[in-house]
């Protein structure tokens, strides 16, 4: 593990997801397959550190194909041992705000693939903060399966009830799998992050 080493400010590709594999093979398939074509596509992977579930899917797949891949996790999830111990970067901080703070600086753009309560946190940081303009980056949801899809029926009852513009549905790129997610035209480049 090269803590901190190097490239202290990596930007690319920003992933939240679930630190559980979920029920069906096929999401850590499309963790697993995401992971390989950052890699192979030079983009450097952004995620939160953890060495289970999708996020352990993700990473393993990225490394395995030669990519650079950056974790960003609190210091008590490292003394849980929690964090992935062969990463390219793992960049310890002290709270879980300084985590998606970090994560952010970094984030050429926020792709939410399946997960928990975590990964809902997470994304619902990143579009409200959208909605607000604090910052301008894509986000995407990688919406398998259908998974999402009950989140997205919450924003349009939000929208429905008052409570969101129906412009904010237009912050979150819904996509269905990871093709319609490398050809979308907002996805950034390699050269870009
Ligand atoms: P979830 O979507 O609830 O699985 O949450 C994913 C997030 O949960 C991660 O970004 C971490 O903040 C946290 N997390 C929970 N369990 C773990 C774990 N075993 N390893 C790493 N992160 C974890």
Redesign the pocket.
């Known amino acids: 593990m090269n803590a901190l080493a190097g490239r202290q400010t990596s930007r690319g590709i920003c992933i ?5 594999p979920g029920t069906d093979p096929a999401y850590e398939e499309a963790a697993s397959a995401l992971g390989t074509a950052l890699a192979q596509s030079g983009h450097t992977l952004v ?10 899917a993700l990473a393993n797949a990225a490394l395995a194909a030669g990519g650079h891949v950056v974790g960003v ?2 210091q008590t ?1 490292v003394e ?1 041992e ?3 111990s062969g990463l390219s970067e793992l960049i310890v901080v002290d709270t ?1 705000h300084e ?1 998606k703070a970090a994560m952010a600086k970094r984030a050429q753009c926020y792709v939410a693939l ?9 994304l619902s940081e990143s579009l409200s903060w959208a909605q607000l303009g604090f910052h301008a980056q894509p986000l995407f949801l990688l919406n398998m399966r259908g998974y999402f899809n009950p989140l997205l029926s919450f924003i349009n009852h939000s929208i429905d009830q008052g409570f969101a513009a129906a412009a904010d549905r237009d912050l979150l790129h819904t996509v269905d799998d990871i093709n319609a997610l490398w050809t979308h035209p907002l996805f950034p480049t390699p050269t870009q992050t």
């Open positions: 939240y997801c679930g630190a559980r995620y939160g550190g953890g060495e289970v579930g999708m996020m352990g996790i609190p999830m849980r929690w964090a992935h879980m985590r399946p997960g928990g309560l975590g990964t809902l946190e997470e």
